[in-house]
């Protein structure tokens, strides 16, 4: 091979290193753009710092409009600012914004910030789609297995009980109430803890020139003493129906409570005397009334505790 065939050779290898060196770094490249692409997917332009930022705002938004709703009769600018713990511009800034997307108003005159109609809205939303029936037979068929007894689910329809939901004791000896009947409120321990949290007024509408009959010779029928039950009621947050709607039935009650904390319906669990008798009542007592209030809870509703008004 002659020196200028062997130069030839060597510069081509060089050419063929510089190539492959370039190839290298461009595939390195590509890598490191396809592996921050990766990386970046789901996140919002700006970066975390600016997520970051907009997710504390959301937060102290929200946190200003549930204050908000909780004092219908409005809160002024420094109000807010103390009760969030910023400073009054950021407040500001934040209020305004709610203001301009119609979840809050500003009273003219006071200046004071409100809830307004769209917050209204989406809460009216919730309660329209909300089915505490559905919400309830879970927590039903949880008692049952707890209590090893039958749990049921019922509402008031004007001096009755109306049984809408069950969850029946495997027992062999266990009550069974058919959906869609009925039982006197003063004659159930569902209807006694319905009747122990209504407005007293609405309580007396209901018990005005009403015999109160007597579905066994235990039922309560003189409405001073029902009066006097439905205090006790309410101070241990339950109802008991001793054998009063049927001879040999005993019964634990607790009131599921609404928005506003009035009486929407009422948990039980019921069986035979033999199981649940006086011994055994304290025990049944305190898992539906705990069980009660978590359906109050899940429904959105409020578990008062003070007597109604």
Excluded at 144 to 160: K, P, V
């Amino acid at each position: 091979m002659t020196d200028e065939e062997r130069h030839r050779a060597t510069e081509q290898q060089r050419h063929r290193a510089t190539e492959q060196q370039r190839h290298r770094a461009t595939e390195q490249q590509h890598n490191r753009a396809a592996e921050s692409k990766r990386r970046a997917v789901g996140r919002p332009a700006g970066g975390a710092k600016s997520s970051g930022g907009h997710s504390q705002s959301l937060v102290r938004g929200l946190n200003i409009l549930e204050m908000l709703a909780a004092t219908p009769d409005g809160l002024a600018l420094s109000d807010v600012a103390e009760d969030v713990g910023l400073a009054p511009s950021t407040t500001h800034r934040l209020l305004q914004a709610l203001f301009q997307q119609g979840f809050i108003t500003q009273d003219v005159e006071s200046g004071l910030w409100k809830i307004d109609v769209k917050t209204f809205r989406i809460g009216n939303s919730f309660l329209e789609a909300r089915d505490f029936v559905a919400t309830a037979r879970p927590f039903l068929r949880r008692l049952t297995a707890s209590s090893g007894e039958t749990a049921n689910l019922g509402i008031r329809d004007d001096g009755m009980v109306v049984y809408l939901a069950q969850s029946e004791s495997k027992q062999m000896m266990r009550m069974i109430t058919r959906l869609g009947s009925r039982a006197p409120l003063h004659a159930s321990g569902v209807g006694k803890a319905l009747l122990a949290w209504m407005p007293p007024q609405e309580f007396e509408q209901i018990v005005a020139g009403r015999v109160l009959e007597g579905e066994t010779p235990n039922t309560l029928t003189d409405v001073g003493t029902l009066r006097d039950q439905l205090v006790e009621i309410r101070r241990q947050g339950y109802a008991v129906d001793r054998e009063e709607h049927a001879i040999g039935l005993n019964c634990v009650a607790a009131t599921l409570h609404d928005e506003s904390g009035l009486p929407l319906a009422a948990i039980s669990v019921s069986g035979p005397v033999a199981r649940i008798d006086d011994s055994r009542l304290p025990e049944l007592a305190a898992l539906v009334a705990e069980t009660a209030r978590e359906i109050t809870a899940k429904i959105g509703g409020k578990t008062p505790t003070e007597p109604p008004a």
